[in-house]
């Protein structure tokens, strides 16, 4: 089985740094897409930053400039370092994953628990 874990988030001052890490475990052949969603209260689910397989790296336009996403592909792990945090920037994170498993025919998503960011103005 294949599970995403999180870590990182909690409070931080405006203007402040988190970094948030992903790492996938269990039986997995291929990782293409990974990255972050997040959702604010009463909105919807929205792209924070993803890596495709082949290394680009897309973010939304609300956070480039002040977010970087990275990925160690010998650790199955992505990191979200957030900069210059706005309380705007309060939700709860997501990791996603476009995973191939072992005995699997193609990707499947896969998402974590979340975890709540929380940015005081």
């Known amino acids: 089985q294949v599970q995403l874990v999180e870590s990182g988030g909690g409070l931080v001052q405006a203007g402040g740094s988190q970094r948030l890490s992903c790492v996938a475990s269990?039986?997995?052949?291929?990782?293409?897409?990974m990255g972050w969603y997040r959702q604010a209260p009463g909105n919807k689910r929205v792209l924070v930053a993803v890596?495709?397989?082949?290394?680009?790296?897309n973010y939304a336009d609300s956070v480039k400039g002040r977010f970087l996403l990275s990925r160690d592909n010998a650790k199955n792990t992505v990191y979200l370092q957030m900069n210059s945090l706005k309380p705007e920037d309060t939700a709860v994170y997501s990791c996603?994953?476009?995973?191939?498993?072992?005995?699997?025919?193609?990707?499947?998503?896969?998402w974590g628990q979340g975890t709540q960011v929380t940015v005081s103005s």
């Open positions: 269990g039986y997995i052949l291929r990782i293409n897409a």
């Open positions: 996603y994953a476009e995973i191939l498993g072992t005995g699997a025919d193609r990707y499947n998503g896969y």
């Open positions: 890596i495709i397989g082949g290394g680009s790296t």
